[in-house]
């Protein structure tokens, strides 16, 4: 209750502040970073503090979900015939609760934590082994068999949009699931590093963690 009453103020410039919400949880959850677990109980309270590049929403219809924008300022546009490659272009007035904009580099950074092989998160496979889409040699890397990350099938376009080379073809729905990845602040993140790189206190507690 403490952690979603102090998470107040996220996501775009100019939002309104209507009240507080509160919910409650059976048990504390050891963790609120999307990287370090899998548990119900944290992302509950993920889901309310971080924004990703899609949501599902109830349909006009009342009667299931359809995908809406979140972060993305437009669904993935496909770049190439074969639908290998797809572009994602994001919002421009994202923000963190601490006012920083939210760019490319946020993605790349999230998605490159994702497959970090020093880290071996339980979150790896959402990245590495998607059955929806699998970004270029991220398997590879997340094993260490491929060191440099520009060989991933990653790109920054600008500061507002990047591409990924998948390793099979992707329908639209299949680009919109393998990459609608919760945001990880990177300077939050890096802060609570342990020296070797092995371990961060990231989501472990107010000070190790930003909202979107």
């Known amino acids: 209750m403490m952690l979603c009453a102090a998470f107040a103020g996220c996501g775009k410039e100019e939002t309104k502040v209507y009240g507080t919400f509160r919910t409650y949880f059976t048990n504390p959850p ?15 309270l993920i889901d309310l503090t971080t924004a990703s590049l899609y949501r599902q929403v109830l349909n006009k219809e009342k009667t299931g979900w359809e995908w809406a924008t979140d972060l993305a300022a437009k669904f993935p546009e496909q770049v190439d015939a074969d639908g290998y490659v797809w572009k994602y272009t994001i919002v421009k007035d994202a923000v963190w609760s601490n006012g920083d904009k939210i760019t490319s580099d946020d993605f790349e950074f ?14 790896a496979t959402q990245m590495t082994t998607n059955s929806y889409g699998q970004l270029k040699n991220i398997y590879e890397y997340n094993l260490g068999q491929i060191t440099d990350w520009s060989e991933v099938g990653y790109k920054k376009l600008d500061d507002y949009s990047f591409q990924v080379e998948f390793t099979t073809p992707a329908t639209q729905d299949d680009a919109i ?4 990845r919760v945001l990880v602040n990177e300077t939050v993140y890096m802060k609570g590093m342990n020296a070797d790189g092995t ?11 930003t909202c979107c």
């Open 30 to 44: 050891p963790t609120v970073s999307c990287l370090a677990t899998q548990d119900t109980n944290p992302w509950t």
């Open 110 to 123: 999230t998605f490159k934590e994702h497959a970090n092989p020093k880290m071996a998160y339980v979150s």
């Open 177 to 180: 699931r393998a990459c609608n």
């Open 199 to 209: 371990g961060t206190l990231y989501g472990t507690d107010l000070e190790n963690f």
